[in-house]
């Protein structure tokens, strides 16, 4: 909180992080809000401004707010056009959700978290906030974070996501030993984890060995 509890931001002001497909704008984490999840993501004309991607592992609650220019919200498959101003309810955490811009500067607010629960960060926005360091493949810097979320949230279900993406990180340098033993530490708990690896770039040193054994 600031000295006089409260502070202002403009959207446009906070630079986006491009993780998961995606123009992120880390807005939780930039104003320290903690009793609830937001964050804010920018695309252009047929971009994807929302990851194709459900909540059933986090059991969120979401809501989805179109602040500027037009988009169209893939719901369970069935296409939703949603200009300026619309509002995407989200309570059931296994709809199949995705987001593509029809307009320049389309920015979509999200908001979300667990029904019943008090609020906790989910452990995503550290591997989406280790792509910062992706232009200049500062790799120790992006594992001194991921090592921070994975002392942080142990116990998580996004758990997985933090090993796969340390996974990648250590590819990326050069480790691939670590690489494997992390991916396969992810594995045990996602079996999933072997598509994911055949379409990750950052794990190409170390794919075929993995998808080997």
């Known amino acids: 909180m600031t000295e006089n509890g409260w502070q202002t931001l403009r959207l446009d002001e906070l630079e986006p992080i491009l993780a998961a497909g995606v123009n992120w704008k880390p ?27 459900t909540e059933e592992r986090l059991g969120h609650e979401e809501v989805y707010v179109v602040v500027s220019g037009r988009a169209t919200f893939t719901l369970d498959g069935e296409a939703h056009d949603a200009p300026a101003g619309t509002i995407v309810h989200l309570a059931d955490p296994s709809v199949r959700r995705y987001a593509r811009a029809d307009e320049p500067n389309t920015v979509v607010l999200a908001i979300g978290g667990k029904p ?3 609020y906790t960060p989910s452990a995503w926005e550290w591997y989406f906030e280790a792509e910062r360091f992706r232009p200049t493949m500062d790799t120790d810097a992006a594992l001194a974070l991921l090592d921070e979320a994975r002392e942080r949230f142990p116990d998580s279900p996004d758990s997985v996501g933090v090993l796969f993406s340390i996974a990648c990180w250590q590819a990326l340098a050069g480790r691939d030993a670590e690489a494997l033993e992390t991916l396969r530490r992810a594995e045990a708990i996602e079996p999933r984890v072997r598509e994911w690896a055949a379409r990750d770039d950052a794990l190409a040193s170390v794919r075929d060995r993995l998808l080997a054994t």
């Open 27 to 53: 807005l939780r984490q930039t104003l320290g809000i903690e009793a609830f999840g937001t964050n804010a993501y920018v695309a252009g004309p047929g971009e994807d401004v929302i990851e194709e991607h």
């Open 116 to 118: 019943g629960e008090a």
